[in-house]
């Protein structure tokens, strides 16, 4: 009898990676929305997407707007949208990203993440290993909040000093 095995996330961590290399990659793979790029000082994470990464997310993204419009709290969420900065040599595409504090002039406009400022939290799902340690990456970015799923429980992290406690 057949069996439907849901495959985990394909990852590969590759070292050595130039920026305009990543930016070509980033272009090249504009329509597919499964696959995520992450970008730190020469190492590129390349990830293509499963149902089990998937559910969690959606779960917890789902969560975030509930509480936000039960608080009567305005957002914009921008699902995984791409955060670069040449500057930094870093680029990160979240599982989610969320906008409370500048929701409306963010919805207003396209971000440009070499200026306009981080989403106000970030949700990561982290159902395979190894991955890069985003937690640089998004510190050098200064996002202030991270929701980090993993093993089946969900971490809250704040940015302290430039480190998540």
């Known amino acids: 009898m057949a069996t439907l095995v849901t495959p985990v996330e394909h990852k590969v961590i590759l070292h050595g990676v130039s920026w ?38 959606r779960d917890l ?5 509930l509480v936000a419009a039960e608080l009567g709290i305005d957002f914009h969420q921008l699902g995984s949208t791409t955060f670069k900065r ?9 599982d989610s990203a969320f906008y409370f504090a500048r929701a409306p002039e963010t919805e207003a406009r396209e971000l440009d993440a070499e200026i306009d400022p981080p ?11 190894p991955s890069l340690n985003r937690f640089p990456i ?6 202030p909040e991270v929701w980090r799923y993993h ?14 406690v």
């Open 86 to 94: 040449e500057r930094l040599q870093k680029g990160f595409e979240p």
């Open 20 to 57: 305009e290399t990543y930016e070509r990659l980033l272009n090249e793979h504009q329509e597919s929305p499964g696959t995520h790029f992450i970008y730190d000082e020469g190492a590129l994470e390349i990830m293509v997407l499963s149902r089990r990464h998937e559910e969690p997310n």
């Open 119 to 129: 989403p106000d939290l970030i949700v990561e799902v982290d159902v395979t290993s």
């Open 138 to 143: 998004f510190a050098a970015f200064r996002v």
């Open 151 to 164: 093993q089946s429980r969900v971490t809250f992290y704040r940015l302290e000093s430039g480190r998540y």
């Open 61 to 65: 993204a789902m969560l975030v707007q």
